[in-house]
C-alpha cells in the first residue's frame, strides 16, 4: 500500500537560515511525490511534484525538494527561511500513478520560522 | 488563488442528520476530488468524479456519496451524521495531467 510518513510534528527555524522538512515515503512502482503548503483556514496550495526526471525539483516561493530513491525520501528545502513561509506542509503520494489527483498525505509539519 | 470554490464554509449540524457540502471546479477541470481532513490530521480521500461518474473511492462507508454536473461541479453527501464526521472537507479539482487544486473547505462541526 502507498503511504508517506513526516516524522516531525513541528520544525523551528530562525529567519534566514535554511530549512528542511523530511518525508519518507512507500509505494509499490515508481513514486509520484508532492508537496502542498497549508495556511490558517486555507485550502492545501500546491507547491512542487517528483513525477520523473532530475532529482532536484523546483517549485514555488524559493522551495525545492530532493528526491532520493535509496533512502525513499523526498525533502522539502530552503536555502533562506522567511516568516511568512511559516505555515502546515504536507508531503503526498499518488494514488495512481501519473495520474495525479488521487493523493494519499502524510500528517503534515508545521514549520515556524521565527524573526 | 485557486479557481476552486466551495460553499458553505462553515456549518454546524446535528447528530444524526443530513448534509450537503458544493464544491465549483477551476475552468478547464473536469475531474473533481474530495478529501476530509480531520483535526491534527492529513487530508484522507473520500473519492473523485469524472465527467459525472465516480471514478475511485477511499476508505469511506456508503453515506458519503456525491455527484457531479455537466458542468463540473459537484456535490459531497454525508447521511447519518456522526461527532467523528466534523471536520475540514476539501474540494480539488483538476483536469488531463494537472495536479490537484483546492479550495479552501467547508469546516463541518456536528454537534
Known amino acids: 500500500a502507498q503511504s508517506v510518513a513526516q516524522p516531525e510534528d513541528q520544525v523551528n527555524v530562525a529567519e534566514g537560515n535554511p530549512l528542511t522538512v523530511k518525508c519518507t515515503y512507500s509505494v509499490s512502482g515508481n513514486p509520484y511525490l508532492f508537496w502542498y503548503v497549508q495556511y490558517p483556514n486555507r485550502g492545501l496550495q500546491f507547491l512542487l511534484k517528483y513525477i520523473t526526471g532530475d532529482n532536484l525539483v523546483k517549485g514555488s516561493y524559493g522551495f525545492e525538494a530532493e528526491f532520493n530513491k535509496s533512502q525513499t525520501s523526498f525533502h522539502l528545502k530552503k536555502p533562506s527561511a522567511l516568516v511568512s513561509d511559516s505555515a502546515l506542509y504536507f508531503c503526498?503520494?499518488?494514488?495512481?500513478?501519473?495520474?495525479?489527483?488521487?493523493?494519499?498525505f502524510g500528517t503534515g509539519t508545521r514549520l515556524q520560522v521565527f524573526p | 488563488e485557486t479557481g476552486v470554490t466551495q460553499s458553505p464554509t462553515h456549518l454546524i449540524k446535528t447528530r444524526g442528520q443530513q448534509v450537503t457540502l458544493r464544491c465549483s471546479s477551476q475552468?478547464?477541470?473536469?475531474?473533481v476530488s474530495w478529501y476530509q481532513q480531520a483535526l491534527g490530521q492529513g487530508p484522507q480521500f473520500i473519492f473523485q468524479y469524472y465527467r459525472e461518474e465516480e471514478n475511485g473511492r477511499g476508505n469511506f462507508p456508503p453515506r458519503f456519496s456525491g455527484l457531479q454536473f455537466p458542468n463540473y461541479s459537484s456535490e459531497l453527501n454525508v447521511n447519518a451524521l456522526e461527532l467523528d464526521d466534523s471536520a475540514l472537507y476539501l474540494c480539488?479539482?483538476?483536469?488531463?495531467?494537472?495536479?490537484?487544486?483546492f479550495g479552501q473547505g467547508t469546516r463541518l462541526t456536528v454537534v
Open positions: 503526498a503520494v499518488s494514488l495512481t500513478g501519473p495520474r495525479v489527483d488521487k493523493l494519499i
Open positions: 480539488a479539482s483538476s483536469g488531463l495531467n494537472t495536479e490537484a487544486f
Open positions: 475552468s478547464g477541470h473536469n475531474t
